[in-house]
């Protein structure tokens, strides 16, 4: 299960958003919840003063931090297991840094931030943790279809075979079962890699074969969801990856994805790693990501 759940906060909707669904994460699986604003000193310094870092306004900052964490701390019950900081440094690092000192199995984070000299630019914080988090990290923008959620229904599990994909799985899977939601076994056969390749003679024959292999693994994920006791629907579309992902969500009311940072490569793969960047970016609800090493960080 995830013993420690960290929120990272500047005090933007979306980091609200994270952690919206952050707490209802930590009730299903009796979690503290860490709130952490890191300001980013480096940045304040060489902004407003070449000869060193302004602690007045270094101080200002760190009272905009404290007010954020308090809007979340507010929206926690008296049964809610809450613990805040706040950090001078860059802020991946730190959180990062945290994650690790505190024993933390999950981060939720939003993927854009408050902008301007006085916030860190959520957006790219948020892809390096992605990228660097030896953790799963629950990423959110505040949307229309991404409103406060007490439970999920429907949940995306893209899958490519990779190691990656398979610990995404795992960890979308017991998700599912605290959330006795629906899980959407999806595999994207990518037209374009087939379409470029010059080795390829017969690019339907290819296709078929490919899609044949999807439904393969979306049918192994779907036994496995079975075999836990969750409710799964398979499908194996051609597209571009990040694009039908997006489009499945949508048709489909996913409220969550899960997904590997990173996948099979080579001409009968597409690249999943790019892929879920891109879903990152442009996903109306949180998608969950998971590398390969992760699954010492399994919630089993």
């Known amino acids: 299960m995830y013993n420690a759940i960290l929120v990272p906060t500047d005090g933007s909707e979306h980091a609200v958003r994270a952690a919206e669904h952050a707490l209802a994460i930590s009730r299903w699986f009796d979690a503290p919840v860490h709130l952490l604003n890191v300001v980013d000193v480096a940045a304040a310094g060489g902004l407003f003063n070449a000869g060193g870092v302004d602690e007045e306004f270094v101080a200002r900052l760190e009272e905009d931090g404290a007010a954020a964490i308090e809007r979340i701390e507010a929206m926690a019950t008296e049964a809610d ?143 496995r969801a079975r075999d836990a006791d969750v409710d799964a629907v398979t499908a194996v579309r051609e597209g571009i990856p990040s694009t039908g992902l997006l489009e499945y969500a949508d048709e489909n009311d996913i409220e969550l994805i899960a997904m590997g940072t990173h996948g099979r490569t080579g001409l009968e793969r597409y690249l999943l790693g790019s892929t879920t960047e891109r879903t990152v970016r442009h996903a109306d609800v949180p998608v969950l990501t998971v590398g390969a090493n992760d699954g010492d960080s399994s919630p089993d």
Not at 82 to 98: F, K, T
Not at 107 to 120: C, F, K, L, W
Not at 170 to 179: D, N, R, S, Y
Not at 195 to 210: C, T
Request: hydrophobic share 40%; net charge negative; charged share 25%.
């Open 81 to 223: 297991d809450i613990r805040a900081e706040i950090r001078r440094g860059y802020p991946p690092e730190e959180i990062l840094e945290y994650a690790d000192e505190h024993g933390i199995e999950l981060i939720a984070m939003g993927t854009h931030g408050r902008t301007g000299v006085n916030r860190y630019v959520a957006g790219s914080v948020t892809e390096r943790v992605v990228r660097e988090s030896p953790v799963p990290v629950l990423t959110t923008r505040a949307t229309d279809r991404d409103e406060p959620i007490e439970n999920y229904d429907e949940i995306l599990l893209p899958t490519d075979g990779s190691d990656a994909a398979a610990v995404a799985v795992e960890h979308g899977l017991v998700i599912a079962k605290q959330a006795n939601a629906r899980v959407h076994a999806v595999n994207i056969v990518n037209v374009n890699n087939v379409a470029a390749s010059p080795h390829v003679a017969a690019p339907r024959d290819v296709l078929d074969a490919f899609e044949s292999e999807g439904e393969a693994m979306t049918d192994a994920v779907a036994t």
